[in-house]
Structure formats: structure tokens, C-alpha cells
């Protein structure tokens, strides 16, 4: 019982510690996409030097292989890796983001 008390003192502030970060993450990697993705997609994601990234666009195309292109770019292309600067989870996420814009 004490013991059990003790662990939940002990995890409540990091499990909260871990949702604020995680808000502040997805605040980042949205101002990434509208500024490092947007530069070369264009700002409303209509293409540009890259392609369209819009809905319509990315239908079709499997979550597998826009996540390899986001990680890993496409050699060859301008479309450079960002593995350095997310994760694939993220890019998962990032993906969502573009297939359901707010
Ligand atoms: C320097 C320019 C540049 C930047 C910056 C850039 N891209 Fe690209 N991206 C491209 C180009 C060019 C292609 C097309 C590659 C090809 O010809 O296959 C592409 C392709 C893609 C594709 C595949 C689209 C499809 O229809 O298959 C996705 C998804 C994508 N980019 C997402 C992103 C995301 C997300 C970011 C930011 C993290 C980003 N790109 C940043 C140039 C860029």
C-alpha cells in the first residue's frame, strides 16, 4: 500500500513531464513542415520545388513510403533525409498531419 503510493508519487510528474513534451514536440515538428517542408512543397503544401503534399495528392500512396521518403529522402532528388532531425514515428505522424489538415 505505501509502497504503492510511492510509486504513484513517484511516476505522476513524469508521466505529466512527458505530455507537455509531447504537445511542445508536435508544436515543433508543425513549425517545421510549414517552414523547412513548406519552403520546397510550398506554404499551402500546393508543390512547388517539390511535389503537392495535399490530401488528394498523397492519396493513394501508401503511409509506408511516404514515411521512407520523409526518413530517408529520395537520392538522387532534392528531397533530403530528415532522419537526423525526427524519428519515423514522427514522420508517421507528420504524414497524418498532411492526410488530415486542421
Ligand atoms: C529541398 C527541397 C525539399 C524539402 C526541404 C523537402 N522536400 Fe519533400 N520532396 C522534395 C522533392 C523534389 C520531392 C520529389 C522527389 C521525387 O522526384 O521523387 C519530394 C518528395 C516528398 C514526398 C513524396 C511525395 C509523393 O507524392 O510521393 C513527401 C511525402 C515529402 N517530400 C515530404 C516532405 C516533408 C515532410 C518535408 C519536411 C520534413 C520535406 N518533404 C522537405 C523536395 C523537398
Given at each position: 500500500?505505501?509502497?504503492?503510493?510511492?510509486?504513484?508519487?513517484?511516476?505522476?510528474?513524469?508521466?505529466?513531464?512527458?505530455?507537455?513534451?509531447?504537445?511542445?514536440?508536435?508544436?515543433?515538428?508543425l513549425n517545421l513542415l510549414k517552414q523547412d517542408c513548406g519552403s520546397c512543397h510550398g506554404l499551402q503544401f500546393k508543390g512547388g520545388l517539390g511535389?503537392?503534399?495535399?490530401?488528394?495528392?498523397?492519396?493513394?500512396?501508401?503511409?509506408?513510403t511516404l514515411i521512407d521518403t520523409i526518413v530517408n529522402g529520395r537520392p538522387g532528388t532534392a528531397m533530403p533525409p530528415w532522419r537526423g532531425f525526427l524519428t519515423a514515428d514522427e514522420a508517421a505522424w507528420l504524414v497524418n498531419q498532411l492526410r488530415n489538415p486542421q
Open positions: 500500500m505505501v509502497k504503492e503510493l510511492a510509486w504513484g508519487l513517484l511516476l505522476a510528474p513524469m508521466v505529466v513531464h512527458a505530455e507537455t513534451l509531447k504537445a511542445e514536440r508536435q508544436q515543433q515538428l511535389p503537392p503534399l495535399l490530401p488528394e495528392a498523397l492519396s493513394g500512396k501508401p503511409d509506408s
